[in-house]
């Protein structure tokens, strides 16, 4: 069973910025693959971004492309998604997901085998 705790959301205005922390534990952080996903109110989660277990490949919605930075650090067991130049439109629930094993499917909802609970980002115009 792995945990995982999402922390660093919060209210900014347009074009700020914010940094996202999730951090895991239960589990052999270093074999999976890390998502973040993002809810808003009336809408399906949507995939964000993703990182390597290594973290030698990102991955990223077309959307948060050149605004959003993943990184990991395996040593900390955590997983971090820096948002530059933020949008009302990002406004969501951002949660993070595991994978175990490697996948060419990172952007998919169902591949991710736990999830956190997600913290609020709200971003006001």
């Known amino acids: 069973q792995v945990q995982l705790l999402e922390s660093g959301g919060g209210l900014v205005q347009a074009g700020g910025s914010l940094n996202l922390s999730c951090a895991a534990s239960?589990?052999?952080?270093?074999?999976?693959?890390m998502g973040w996903f993002r809810q808003a109110p009336g809408k399906e989660r949507e995939f964000v971004a993703a990182?390597?277990?290594?973290?030698?490949?990102?991955y990223y919605a077309d959307s948060v492309k050149g605004r959003f930075t993943i990184s990991r650090d395996n040593t900390k067991n955590t997983v971090y998604l820096q948002m530059n130049s933020l949008k009302p439109e990002d406004t969501a629930v951002y949660s993070c997901?595991?994978?175990?094993?490697?996948?060419?499917?990172?952007?998919?909802?169902?591949?991710?085998?736990?999830w956190g609970q997600g913290t609020q980002v709200t971003v006001s115009s």
């Open positions: 997901a595991t994978k175990r094993g490697p996948t060419t499917s990172y952007y998919v909802v169902g591949v991710y085998d736990y």
């Open positions: 239960g589990g052999t952080f270093s074999s999976y693959v």
């Open positions: 990182i390597s277990r290594r973290g030698f490949s990102t």
